[in-house]
């Protein structure tokens, strides 16, 4: 990174760290020079999910691999078995790329989607607070609790397990086909707390790869408990065994898998096959340490602008509810305007990408 610039948006887009970069480098130049071999001796996806899976806590077969926390989305709202009459129940928090699935799966499946609001002010946000509105939201007809682990809109960091637990409540004596599924967009918590899927509790979680992992651009992962995978339903043809042999032998496609969610076609190859480089690079750091660092320094953020008149701080003080990103706005100013004079400043910020920012 140029040391030029102060860089405090690089959630948005994380620079390679010297052993990603490294190894992207190496395998691009194991590509260029012989394509073919390189594809053969690298199309095995084993290595990068069981990378991922040793960090997340979970096993490898329970991983499917994506470009983005996007395509984990969409892969996992459109792939549900929603039918009409059945409620998807999620949040005015969540980002577009949440919402937008949803509402492109109610739109294919007749399913309805409805928002609350967890919170009436972000910066005295509380965990039972927005964990109760999800509990008492939660309806005959709820099939699916969508959330967001961190909201990139004011900072607000959910309290995913005690959400999770509401939904185990809502689920006591209800038929398998009437449960209710916990599905997390996780992106600003995921290399952040020092936390397992266990932890967390839900029962789908995506993720891209490329902000606080600090992995190679253009990955991700989407995680789901192993009985869970057969629901879903791929939108895009994946490249695994699984699917692509059955088609081979004119057999129908098993049931689904993990890895048959992960979409097929030709990706970014080196990024894809360095990820496990990004997850050593963590490890060798320490979870733990990562997650102390990050709030260490977000406190002291927090507590400089708290102090400033003229700033209004959106993020809640309580490292509870918070996580690694800070949101506050100037008095007389835009949020566009702060980028601004903070970029006259070699200051690197960016404005959230919602309607009210």
Not at 221 to 244: C, D, K, M, N, T
Not at 276 to 291: M, N, Y
Not at 322 to 346: D, H, I, M, Q, Y
């Amino acid at each position: 990174m140029s040391p030029a610039w102060i860089h405090m948006a690089s959630f948005l887009l994380a620079s390679h760290p010297r052993p990603v970069r490294e190894a992207i480098e190496a395998l691009r130049r194991e590509l260029d020079d012989n394509p073919v071999d390189a594809l053969h001796d690298h199309e095995d996806p084993a290595p990068v999910r069981e990378a991922a899976a040793a960090y997340m806590g979970v096993r490898a077969d329970e991983i499917a691999l994506t470009d983005s926390t996007t395509m984990g989305l969409a892969s996992l709202y459109l792939g549900l078995p929603l039918r009409a009459g059945d409620e998807v129940l999620s949040t005015a928090h969540d980002h577009y790329a949440t919402h937008e699935s949803l509402r492109l799966a109610a739109e294919r499946t007749g399913a309805t989607v409805r928002k609350i609001a967890l919170y009436e002010r972000s910066s005295a946000a509380t965990a039972a607070e927005m964990a109760g509105a999800i509990e008492r939201a939660i309806t005959p007809a709820t099939r699916v609790v969508a959330i967001t682990w961190v909201h990139s809109g004011s900072g607000v960091k959910t309290p995913v397990r005690a959400i999770a637990e509401a939904v185990a409540r809502a689920n006591r004596g209800r038929a398998p086909g009437d449960r209710v599924l916990c599905c997390v967009d996780g992106v600003h918590g995921f290399g952040v707390d020092d936390v397992t899927m266990a932890d967390l509790g839900c029962d789908f979680f995506s993720a891209g790869c490329h902000k606080w992992i600090f992995g190679p651009r253009g990955t991700g992962v989407l995680w789901g408990r192993a009985e869970l995978w057969p629901l879903l339903r791929p939108s895009v043809p994946h490249f695994g065994r699984e699917g692509y042999g059955a088609w081979l032998a004119g057999r129908p496609a098993p049931p689904t898998t993990a890895n048959m969610m992960s979409p097929g076609g030709f990706h970014s190859f080196e990024h894809r096959w360095a990820l496990p480089a990004a997850f050593a690079f963590h490890r060798r750091i320490g979870k733990a340490r990562v997650a102390a660092r990050i709030h260490a320094l977000n406190r002291q953020c927090k507590e400089g602008l708290k102090g400033m008149g003229h700033v209004t701080l959106h993020t809640p003080l309580d490292e509870a509810v918070s996580a690694g990103l800070v949101c506050f706005e100037v008095a007389g100013l835009t949020p566009a305007a702060v980028v601004t004079r903070l970029r006259e400043r070699k200051i690197i910020a960016s404005t959230s990408p919602y309607a009210t920012s």
